[in-house]
């Protein structure tokens, strides 16, 4: 599944070869360094490092910087999405969901900025006052699923069963769009090897797939 990384107050996995920090019985005195033990590949001994062994970061391809800058936008528009729900409807099924969807995406998308920047890369693919250009100035396609300037203007003026129509079918749209970007992650060669990116990417597509049903049970109810 790509390299894992566990940080303990004693030691540490590292990546590639893979370490793991135990306390021998002296290493546990006060006083005393704990002892840094690799595991050996199948078939060979273990191998004792130096004490300051430290842990470090696995490697990271662009295409996961790409899609945790893109998922914190993609993310916004749905949480902008759900904070109309409260004024234009009185359904409680779709407050209900508005709520579970702005929680958990607004939970990752502070994990993705946190993430981002323990890596020290920008939490942003858009200059200030540019959000249709990327860091390097040139021209973003736009991401999939994310609706249109048209699409949003409908929704904020729609009210009711209107309102739920729309918003249903703009959100399974939306989730579907992120089901495409993590699709196209795990197509990328050297992607998503982070094992806290895997799981987080991992997460999404079952979480936005069960949400996906549970809008088109919605949407075929109110017709």
């Known amino acids: 599944m790509g390299c894992v990384l566990l940080s303990a107050c004693v030691g540490a996995c590292l990546c590639s070869p893979q370490v793991r920090a135990q306390e021998s019985g002296a290493g546990s005195s006060v006083g005393m360094p704990p002892v840094v033990v690799q595991p050996g590949a199948p078939g060979e001994p273990t191998r004792t490092l130096p004490a300051n062994t430290r842990a470090t970061l696995p490697p990271l391809?662009?295409?996961?910087?790409?899609?945790m800058q893109g998922m914190i936008m993609h993310h916004s528009q749905a949480v902008e999405m759900t904070a109309l729900i409260e004024s234009h409807t009185g359904n409680k099924h779709v407050r209900m969901l508005g709520a579970k969807i702005s929680s958990s995406q607004g939970d990752e998308i502070r994990m993705m900025r946190r993430w981002l920047a323990a890596r020290g890369k920008a939490t942003s693919m858009s200059m200030p006052g540019m959000p249709d250009m990327g860091l390097e100035g040139k021209t973003m396609a736009p991401m999939p699923g994310m609706l249109t300037p048209e699409q949003m203007t409908a929704l904020r003026a729609a009210e009711g069963p209107e309102f739920d129509?729309?918003?249903?079918?703009?959100?399974?749209?939306?989730?579907g769009g992120a089901l495409v970007m993590v699709k196209d992650?795990?197509?990328?060669?050297?992607?998503?090897?982070?094992?806290?990116?895997f799981d987080f990417v991992t997460e999404v597509d079952n979480g936005q797939r069960a949400e996906i049903k549970i809008m088109q049970k919605m949407l075929e109810e109110t017709h």
């Open 61 to 67: 391809a662009a295409a996961d910087i790409s899609f």
């Open 185 to 197: 992650l795990f197509d990328t060669a050297g992607a998503a090897q982070d094992a806290e990116i």
């Open 165 to 175: 129509r729309l918003f249903l079918m703009g959100m399974i749209q939306h989730h």
